[in-house]
């Protein structure tokens, strides 16, 4: 019996293209948690962009972001109870070779977005996440407390797959991963989402047979890893469908939905 979903948001059950969730999706939650099922939120997104669509769902359980780097009650002051920050040293060194290289990052301290540069780049992520952000040189920051670094390519994702390629063999000892075509995400080593979606699962004393995971990026394999039962959504990426145990729907076709007919109230449509 499935007494947890641990699900993605961007691709999985946020479709842009439609403009956020679907009335079936939003339905599907409800339905979860009037069943008791606890429905988690894991993403990659910083805290604060995810706790308006936490609230948009009615949920009131721990958000999971930063790719697994902070787990944090949504609420006014709340509980942080895991956080895993990046190597203050190792982040000096990858914004030296983002400048060098004229790469664009996004650096999160303290779940404070910022940016050297008040670009396009910047406007075009922000603008789909309705979330603010600081411009200022980085050199007047304290380097300390740091959720992450993304890098960003809106243009050039073979790019993209070229940092994350040379970055993972530069700092073996950081996870570095692909979370969508243009962003490379480089964050302590576990700040993942399977460390948190565990560190949940003892806390709520559940076993791993009791979670679903469910996601569609190449990030959302460290998800898939902590279910019991492992879906991938039909839009999702083609190593993150190897990983999985069943493959449902696209987004724009509501996925998840499907999945958690099929697997948790046991209706197929």
Same mark, same amino acid.
């Given at each position: 019996?499935?007494?947890?979903?641990?699900?993605?948001? &961007?691709?999985?059950i946020?479709n842009?293209e439609?403009?956020?969730?679907?009335?079936?999706?939003?339905?599907?939650?409800?339905?979860l948690?009037a069943s008791?099922?606890?429905v988690?939120l894991?993403?990659?997104?910083?805290?604060?962009?995810?706790?308006?669509?936490?609230?948009e769902?009615?949920l009131?359980?721990?958000?999971?972001?930063?790719?697994?780097?902070?787990?944090?009650?949504?609420?006014?002051?709340?509980?942080?109870?895991?956080?895993?920050?990046? *190597?203050?040293?190792?982040?000096k060194?990858?914004?030296?070779?983002?400048?060098?290289?004229?790469?664009?990052?996004?650096?999160?301290?303290? *779940?404070?977005?910022?940016?050297?540069? *008040?670009?396009?780049?910047?406007?075009?992520?922000?603008g789909?996440?309705?979330?603010?952000?600081?411009?200022?040189?980085? *050199?007047?920051?304290t380097?300390d407390?740091?959720n992450?670094?993304?890098?960003? &390519?809106?243009n050039?994702?073979?790019?993209?797959?070229?940092?994350?390629?040379?970055?993972?063999?530069?700092y073996p000892?950081?996870?570095?991963?692909?979370?969508?075509?243009y962003?490379c995400?480089?964050?302590?080593k &576990?700040a993942?989402k399977?460390c948190?979606?565990?560190?949940?699962?003892?806390?709520?004393?559940?076993?791993?047979?009791?979670?679903?995971?469910?996601?569609?990026?190449?990030? &959302?394999i460290?998800?898939?890893?902590a279910?019991?039962?492992?879906?991938?959504?039909?839009?999702?990426?083609?190593?993150l469908?190897?990983?999985?145990?069943?493959?449902?729907?696209?987004?724009?076709?509501d996925g998840?939905v499907?999945?958690v007919?099929?697997?948790?109230?046991?209706?197929e449509r």
């Open positions: 019996m499935i007494k947890m979903v641990a699900t993605d948001i &961007d691709g999985t946020l842009w439609y403009g956020g969730f679907t009335q079936g999706v939003i339905d599907c939650v409800k339905k948690t008791n099922v606890k988690v894991v993403t990659g997104r910083m805290h604060k962009s995810a706790t308006f669509l936490a609230d769902l009615g009131d359980t721990p958000i999971v972001s930063y790719q697994g780097g902070m787990i944090k009650e949504n609420k006014e002051n709340g509980e942080c109870y895991y956080r895993k920050n990046l *190597d203050n040293e190792k982040a060194e990858i914004i030296k070779w983002a400048r060098e290289n004229n790469i664009h990052i996004n650096l999160y301290i303290n *779940d404070v977005l910022y940016v050297e540069n *008040d670009n396009e780049i910047i406007k075009k992520y922000t789909a996440r309705y979330i603010e952000y600081k411009v200022c040189n980085f *050199d007047d920051l380097i407390n740091i992450k670094i993304l890098a960003i &390519d809106y050039n994702p073979e790019k993209v797959t070229n940092w994350v390629e040379f970055l993972s063999k530069k000892d950081l996870y570095i991963v692909k979370s969508t075509p962003f995400e480089i964050s302590h &576990d993942r399977s948190a979606v565990e560190y949940l699962r003892k806390k709520w004393n559940l076993k791993k047979e009791e979670v679903l995971t469910i996601g569609d990026q190449n990030n &959302d460290e998800l898939l890893k279910g019991g039962i492992k879906v991938a959504m039909g839009n999702g990426t083609p190593e469908k190897e990983c999985a145990d069943f493959i449902t729907d696209t987004v724009q076709n998840f499907k999945a007919e099929k697997f948790i109230f046991h209706q």
